[in-house]
């Protein structure tokens, strides 16, 4: 029986990271590359030696590069394949996220790959937090039907900064959907932010013991 009353997403990027996120009590892991440019898909061998080795859920980041959120006709090719990848490895779910030139949801895009997702779970990642309005945002994502998710530190650089913004998400989505807290939450602050939030989820590089 699970103790904590939240589910703990591990962010990592190697094998021998995966295992140890699993072994020392994350719920699941949010599998990337290139950390240091905010993520971005890790390789087709790395998912597969991953996805044989743990118990646990894997989501996958779907982003062909660092920089910003709009992306040309042949990144976003990429980007279906690499959906349709994931999707025949069996992942539980794809993380992504879609931006016009004005900061605002590119909803045509992200309706298109989420459909193509589906039945994998749909996350639209922090690419939210630079959107004019992350309340409005939530409500348009929430509107679509199709994604599952959000990772957010609500719009600030920090999940403690952004407690009362992801406070007003969990309270726009009730339980239809899943609010993922990010920003710099470790092992020793975790708590802390819990109390403040009290969000179903949390989500970091050091969330669970032995990640660096």
Do not use: W
Request: aromatic content about 4%.
């Amino acid at each position: 029986m699970k103790e904590t009353p939240y589910l703990v997403e591990a962010c990592v990027e190697t094998l021998k990271q995966s295992i140890t996120a699993e072994k020392n009590g994350a719920d699941r892991i949010e599998l990337c590359a290139d950390l240091h440019l905010g993520g971005v898909t890790p390789t087709k061998e790395l998912v597969r030696k991953v996805k044989k080795e743990l118990q646990i859920p894997i989501r996958i980041m779907i982003r062909p590069r660092g920089g910003d959120f709009q992306y040309s006709a042949a990144e976003l090719t990429q980007m279906r394949e690499s959906i349709e990848f994931c999707k025949e490895i069996g992942v539980d779910g794809v993380v992504f996220g879609f931006l016009q030139d004005d900061k605002r949801i590119d909803l045509s895009v992200l309706i298109e790959l989420a459909k193509i997702a589906k039945p994998l779970q749909v996350i639209f990642h922090k690419a939210i937090d630079e959107t004019p309005n992350i309340l409005e945002s939530v409500t348009i994502l929430k509107e679509t039907g199709l994604v599952d998710g959000i990772l957010s530190s609500g719009g600030c650089a920090t999940a403690l900064e952004g407690a009362s913004a992801l406070r007003e998400m969990l309270k726009r989505t009730g339980e239809e959907l899943e609010i993922i807290c990010a920003g710099k939450i470790t092992t020793a602050n975790l708590q802390e932010i819990h109390q403040k939030i009290g969000s179903g989820a949390y989500h970091g590089r050091r969330i669970v013991p032995g990640l660096k």
